[in-house]
């Protein structure tokens, strides 16, 4: 049974950068895409980015130039990182996997797993 | 991107269809999921490339996409349906979710 479990600092203070690792036990890394989503308190969901297990990187526009998203094959983790926060980063953050439908092909996949999310909270 | 417009808000009475939509200029080109996603859990995936069940996801749930909307449909629904609803999609390589969808059942 695959398990994902998201793992950082619930507290960041603004223009910091927010750290999360994403690890993942009862199945590889390798073979599948990995996406980090976010959910404001109330709100819906938002895509951040995310990573095939060869480290090829995709992530939101509306992030991009913030977002840096990396794999630890050998120790089955993924990881994001989100620099210079605010309030607006306030959420709690998902990680996922793309493992149903194509795998290899982002665009045909699902979320089949998913984390059971972690509250960050931007304030100083 | 483009977005994917879902209506806010929408209920049902127990044994009824309920039919949710997603509309968006572009999901002809891609493949469509749905997410329910009940207080405090993480989302669940009901359907993936437009009408495929995950296992162990019941039969009542069934999707489709027409081009321009994609639709849930909820036959039979149950009380345990309510929850918030999200439908996903593709703009080239950019995961898109719709603002959600907020079932009822009453």
Same mark, same amino acid.
């Given at each position: 049974?695959?398990?994902?479990?998201?793992? *950082?600092?619930?507290?960041?203070? @603004?223009?910091?950068?927010?750290?999360?690792? +994403?690890?993942?036990?009862?199945?590889?890394?390798?073979?599948?895409?990995?996406?980090?989503?976010?959910? @404001? @308190?109330?709100?819906?969901?938002?895509?951040? *980015?995310?990573?095939?297990?060869?480290?090829?990187?995709?992530?939101? @526009?509306?992030?991009?130039?913030?977002?840096?998203?990396?794999?630890?094959?050998?120790?089955?983790?993924?990881?994001?990182?989100?620099?210079?926060?605010?309030?607006?980063?306030?959420?709690?953050?998902? +990680?996922?996997?793309?493992?149903?439908?194509?795998?290899?092909?982002?665009?045909?996949?699902?979320?089949?797993?998913?984390?059971?999310?972690?509250?960050?909270?931007?304030?100083? | 991107?483009?977005?994917?417009?879902?209506?806010?808000?929408?209920?049902?009475?127990?044994?009824?269809?309920?039919?949710?939509?997603?509309?968006? /200029?572009?999901?002809?080109?891609?493949? #469509?999921? &749905?997410?329910?996603?009940?207080?405090?859990?993480?989302?669940?995936?009901?359907?993936?490339? /437009?009408?495929?069940?995950?296992?162990?996801?019941?039969?009542?749930?069934?999707?489709?996409?027409?081009?321009?909307?994609?639709?849930?449909?909820?036959?039979?629904?149950? #009380?345990?349906?309510? #929850?918030?609803?999200?439908?996903? #999609? &593709?703009?080239?390589?950019?995961?898109?979710?719709?603002?959600?969808?907020?079932?009822?059942?009453?």
């Amino acid at each position: 049974q695959v398990q994902l479990q998201e793992s *950082g600092p619930g507290l960041v203070k @603004p223009s910091e950068t927010l750290s999360l690792t +994403c690890s993942v036990s009862g199945g590889s890394i390798s073979g599948y895409y990995w996406s980090w989503i976010r959910q @404001p @308190p109330g709100k819906g969901l938002e895509w951040i *980015g995310n990573i095939y297990y060869t480290g090829y990187t995709n992530s939101n @526009p509306s992030l991009k130039s913030r977002v840096t998203i990396s794999v630890d094959t050998p120790k089955n983790r993924f990881s994001l990182k989100l620099t210079s926060v605010t309030a607006s980063d306030t959420a709690v953050y998902f +990680c996922a996997r793309h493992g149903l439908g194509r795998v290899d092909i982002v665009g045909a996949t699902g979320l089949d797993h998913w984390g059971q999310g972690t509250l960050v909270t931007v304030s100083s | 991107s483009y977005d994917l417009t879902q209506p806010p808000s929408m209920s049902v009475s127990p044994g009824q269809t309920a039919i949710i939509t997603c509309s968006g /200029d572009k999901l002809g080109d891609s493949y #469509a999921s &749905w997410y329910q996603q009940k207080p405090g859990q993480s989302p669940l995936l009901l359907i993936y490339q /437009d009408k495929k069940r995950p296992s162990g996801i019941p039969e009542r749930f069934s999707g489709s996409n027409s081009g321009t909307t994609v639709t849930l449909t909820i036959s039979g629904t149950q #009380a345990v349906d309510e #929850a918030d609803y999200y439908c996903q #999609a &593709w703009d080239n390589s950019f995961m898109l979710f719709g603002g959600g969808t907020k079932l009822t059942v009453l």
